[in-house]
């Protein structure tokens, strides 16, 4: 409920534009990761049920197995390195291991073994974290020059593991510091910018051609982004809670 309704409120919006975008395509468009979240959301009492016997490690090390099997029994996909192009069968598969660490990721927020994170370490991660993205972004773009391409597809479940390592740290350093608390409002629209964004664009074509017309296409996004939030996600999540079952208080004191 909480994903659906406001995928399907930005779905009849650009059918009743008449928008020529891909936005209905779940393996050509943005919406291939929200197909891949609405599979683990499905089977996660399942991963729960296996994570309670064999715990989250075990999980995480086969959905390495199985997203390599599927990267290179499909080479044609692997040498374009996007993950839409694997097809909704097997994209969520080549994502599970980069889910299944958010999963252990949550398990433990709120405990801290790492104690006080101070500034210096955690810029070091965030340069660091950088440094690893402008590499994996290169690898991707060199499969015109290699006869060996190493895309999104095969980088970034490796590239999740250190961003685990790093999101442990800022969850941490975050325990004594404060944040922003504009960028934490703004967070709050990030999947209304996600849905909004194609349609944006492709209602305004002319935001894509010449140079500086990034900035103020992005302006546009963000503004009808946020006009979208508050009309069509904000209430889909407050619907949501209505709905959820209420979990006993002795489970939640256990």
Same mark, same amino acid.
């Not at 975008?21 to 089977?43: G, H, N, P, Q, R």
């Not at 958010?102 to 955690?122: D, F, H, R, S, W």
């Not at 010449?210 to 619907?239: D, Q, R």
């Given at each position: 409920?909480?994903?659906?309704?406001?995928?399907?409120?930005?779905?009849?919006?650009?059918? *009743?534009?008449?928008?020529?975008?891909?936005? $209905?395509?779940?393996?050509?468009?943005? /919406?291939?990761? &929200? @197909? !891949? +979240?609405?599979?683990?959301?499905?089977?996660?009492?399942?991963?729960?049920?296996?994570?309670?016997?064999?715990?989250?490690?075990?999980?995480?090390?086969?959905?390495?197995?199985?997203?390599?099997?599927?990267?290179?029994?499909?080479?044609?996909?692997?040498?374009?390195?996007?993950?839409?192009? *694997?097809?909704?069968?097997?994209?969520?598969? $080549?994502?599970?291991?980069?889910?299944? /660490?958010?999963? &252990? @990721? !949550? +398990?433990?927020?709120?405990?801290?073994?790492?104690?006080?994170?101070?500034?210096?370490?955690?810029?070091?991660?965030?340069?660091?974290?950088?440094?690893?993205?402008?590499?994996?972004?290169?690898?991707?773009?060199?499969?015109?020059?290699?006869?060996?391409?190493?895309?999104?597809?095969?980088?970034?479940?490796?590239?999740?593991?250190?961003?685990?390592?790093?999101?442990?740290?800022?969850?941490?350093?975050?325990?004594?510091?404060?944040?922003?608390?504009?960028?934490?409002?703004?967070?709050?629209?990030?999947?209304?910018?996600?849905?909004?964004?194609?349609?944006?664009?492709?209602?305004?074509?002319?935001?894509?051609?010449?140079?500086?017309?990034?900035?103020?296409?992005?302006?546009?996004?963000?503004?009808?982004?946020?006009?979208?939030?508050?009309?069509?996600?904000?209430?889909?999540?407050?619907?949501?809670?209505?709905?959820?079952?209420?979990?006993?208080?002795?489970?939640?004191?256990?």
């Amino acid at each position: 409920m909480r994903i659906g309704l406001p995928l399907l409120v930005a779905l009849a919006i650009r059918e *009743f534009c008449h928008i020529h975008v891909t936005m $209905l395509d779940f393996t050509l468009s943005v /919406l291939w990761s &929200l @197909l !891949a +979240e609405l599979i683990y959301y499905t089977f996660y009492p399942a991963f729960f049920l296996l994570k309670s016997r064999f715990g989250w490690k075990i999980q995480i090390a086969l959905s390495f197995i199985a997203a390599s099997v599927v990267v290179f029994s499909h080479p044609l996909q692997q040498a374009d390195g996007a993950y839409m192009l *694997f097809g909704g069968c097997a994209t969520w598969v $080549l994502g599970l291991p980069c889910w299944l /660490l958010g999963c &252990l @990721l !949550a +398990e433990t927020y709120g405990v801290n073994p790492l104690g006080c994170i101070t500034q210096v370490k955690i810029w070091t991660w965030r340069l660091a974290i950088g440094i690893c993205t402008c590499i994996v972004m290169y690898l991707q773009h060199q499969h015109s020059h290699h006869p060996i391409h190493f895309g999104y597809s095969v980088t970034l479940d490796f590239f999740a593991i250190p961003v685990f390592y790093w999101l442990q740290r800022e969850i941490a350093y975050y325990q004594f510091a404060s944040p922003w608390q504009w960028l934490e409002r703004a967070g709050a629209g990030s999947y209304s910018l996600y849905l909004i964004h194609p349609i944006v664009l492709a209602i305004y074509p002319q935001f894509l051609r010449g140079p500086g017309n990034w900035l103020l296409a992005t302006a546009m996004c963000v503004a009808v982004a946020t006009g979208y939030y508050f009309i069509v996600e904000k209430p889909s999540h407050l619907l949501a809670r209505r709905f959820r079952r209420t979990v006993p208080r002795a489970v939640l004191a256990t």
